[in-house]
């Protein structure tokens, strides 16, 4: 059957990344950034707009939303979600999105940087977007795909269930949360207002994208104190606690247990920052495994070299602190086969062949599946995100659209 809809998910997605909303890792207040909030207030007025009365954004910059049942039957409720906010690690001010019609496979110039160049030899998934239409920016800023597109992917299929009731859904809960790029995208929810029983969040990458398991996740801090002596008379007495710190990182395995040398399903310990003075340094590391139980031998074993340095410094020590951050969806999603059985049937309806692959980093699905609400990631379409030279298929773009129509109708259907 032909798919007759104007697709309203690139107007949205042009609008929504021109409105910045980069988040801050070194802020206190919730949201980080006040300017999330433009975004979200935005959403929940175009929700309201399109019929979804019980559309608002709360004072964190969460947005919630409700499209009603129209079955019968008694279906679980679904939330699909994505994050307002983007990355920190590249501005995300006066974004100016171009749109490429009828890409034909060259090299992308980006007009405001000649030094940021799009090309298939670095990016072989432009090859499969010829005579399409991808959207870059300008040279200067991110784009903001991530997590933009999945805001906007969310949006049309609201748009489209609500022009089209005669498509059985069960209750479709909506959630678009702020900071998820500094952790802290679930701080603030209200699992009891959101009240879902399963979910699905936009965040990831190329069309047929599945994912339900992420690394698990924790942060280490290495407080290294040394001692203070003024440094014209620091002879036997200064113990120079930044240079202790730089003798700790440079004795980390050079060829492995690093970003730099593993993939695949290998983890690793990076460090992320290093600061302070010759009193006192703080060196931030963040380790990672798929595997839960290996965090703490990572964590060991970056002790024991901290511990071997400083064996050559009796007058300093030492704080190692190990917290927390996110685990392995799949530890949770695997008592929960439906949620990847249901989507692979929406994909198939489609044409789609799903790829599930593990994901190298995490999602807000990390921790609402760990929070009660059991939620993989689907696909949007972004690429090389978090860089000047992020880009996006359109195509994809409305695929995931017709996915998320497919995914509500395979759920009502068995129930």
């Known amino acids: 059957m032909p798919f007759e809809y104007e697709f309203t998910v690139m107007e949205r997605f042009l609008r929504y990344v021109q409105i910045d909303t980069q988040s801050d890792p070194n802020s206190h207040s919730y949201p980080s950034t006040e300017k999330q909030k433009n975004l979200s207030n935005l959403l929940a007025q175009e929700l309201q707009s399109i019929g979804l009365q ?76 010829i005579n399409g239409t991808i959207i870059t920016a300008s040279g200067k800023t991110l784009l903001g795909g991530d997590d933009k597109a999945g805001v ?31 952790g802290r995208g679930t701080d603030q929810l209200d699992m009891e207002k959101l009240g879902a029983d399963f979910g ?16 698990s996740a924790d942060a280490v801090i290495i407080t290294i104190h040394g001692v203070i002596a003024h440094p014209g008379d620091g002879k036997n007495k200064l113990v120079n606690a930044l240079k202790i710190g730089g003798e700790i990182l440079a004795a980390l395995p050079k060829e492995e247990w690093s970003p730099e040398t593993t993939a695949g399903r290998e983890g690793f310990v990076h460090p992320v920052s290093f600061e302070g003075g010759s009193e006192k340094a703080v060196i931030e590391f963040i380790v990672r495994d798929f595997n839960t139980k290996k965090l703490s031998e990572y964590a060991n074993r970056l002790k024991g070299i901290a511990e071997t340095v400083l064996a050559n410094h009796p007058k300093a020590f030492l704080q190692f602190e190990v917290k927390e951050q996110y685990r392995n969806m799949k530890e949770v999603l695997d008592e929960h086969p439906k949620l990847s059985e249901y989507a692979k049937e929406a994909f198939e309806r489609l044409g789609i062949t ?28 972004m690429q090389a995100i978090h860089s000047k030279q992020e880009w996006i298929s359109v195509a994809d773009m409305e695929k995931a659209v017709r996915v998320l129509i497919e995914l509500v109708q395979v759920w009502e259907l068995n129930s």
């Open 54 to 129: 019980d559309a608002h954004a709360d004072e964190y910059g969460y947005v919630y939303a409700t499209i009603v049942s129209n079955s019968t039957k008694q279906i679980p409720r679904i939330c699909f979600c994505a994050h307002v906010d983007t990355a920190p690690d590249c501005s995300g001010t006066n974004v100016k999105p171009l749109v490429h019609q009828y890409f034909n496979g060259t090299d992308i110039l980006l007009p405001e940087d000649a030094t940021q160049v799009i090309s298939s030899s670095k990016y072989p998934y432009l090859l499969q977007q």
């Open 152 to 182: 906007s992917i969310i949006m049309d299929m609201a748009n489209y269930l609500m022009l089209h009731p005669e498509i059985p859904h069960g209750d479709i809960r909506i959630l678009f949360t702020p900071d998820e790029e500094v």
């Open 200 to 215: 699905y969040t936009l965040d990831g990458g190329a069309l047929g994208d599945f994912e339900d398991e992420t690394f």
């Open 354 to 381: 799903m790829q599930n692959t593990p994901i190298r980093g995490g999602t807000d699905g990390s921790r609402l599946s760990f929070m009660g609400l059991p939620c993989a990631n689907i696909f949007t379409g």
